[in-house]
């Protein structure tokens, strides 16, 4: 019966064995496969970001074109201004401020209105203060003047206006 008892018990540390081993492969085939995934995955966000990297690329220079091309027509009214000037120099005049209209007309359309400040509360978001000035007729804190002029609206700005500030005669 001893035999029998030892037999048994080979039997089982063997029989223990193979489902040690088998639950080894299980944990290494189950391991390959979560690393194949993980693999998988970095590749696609590789992908993903170059692809994003040149969607963006790409983006940029079809707003960039269009920004241009906004301006071809400004352009080439300045050329024709200045084909005319030497046949009548008053031409030039009107010419110019035609095309600052047009000039105008292109940063409104593109999001960039050109602000009208005169008399506006000096906000230091929308203002640069580059004077102050003594003016008993205008509210302390009040733009005065315009040096150069701001473009855009309060929550979009291209660049603020630089301004003269009234302030109370003492």
Do not use: C
Not at 86 to 110: C, F, M, T
């Amino acid at each position: 019966m001893a035999e029998q008892e030892v037999s048994d018990r080979n039997d089982a540390a063997v029989e223990e064995a193979d489902e040690a081993t088998d639950s080894a492969a299980a944990t290494q085939a189950q391991l390959a496969e979560l690393e194949d995934r993980w693999r998988r995955a970095v590749a696609d966000l590789d992908n993903f970001r170059k692809r994003m990297i040149r969607d963006s690329d790409q983006l940029q220079r079809a707003e960039r074109a269009r920004v241009a091309a906004e301006w071809l027509p400004v352009l080439d009214n300045l050329e024709l201004a200045l084909q005319h000037a030497e046949s009548d120099p008053g031409a030039i005049v009107e010419g110019v401020r035609a095309v600052r209209e047009q000039a105008l007309a292109v940063l409104n359309r593109l999001g960039y209105p050109r602000r009208e400040d005169v008399g506006a509360p000096f906000d230091p978001t929308l203002h640069e203060a580059v004077g102050t000035v003594e003016d008993a007729d205008a509210p302390d804190g009040t733009v005065v003047k315009v040096v150069r002029p701001g473009y855009g609206s309060d929550e979009n700005l291209l660049r603020p206006a630089a301004v003269v500030v009234a302030k109370r005669p003492k």
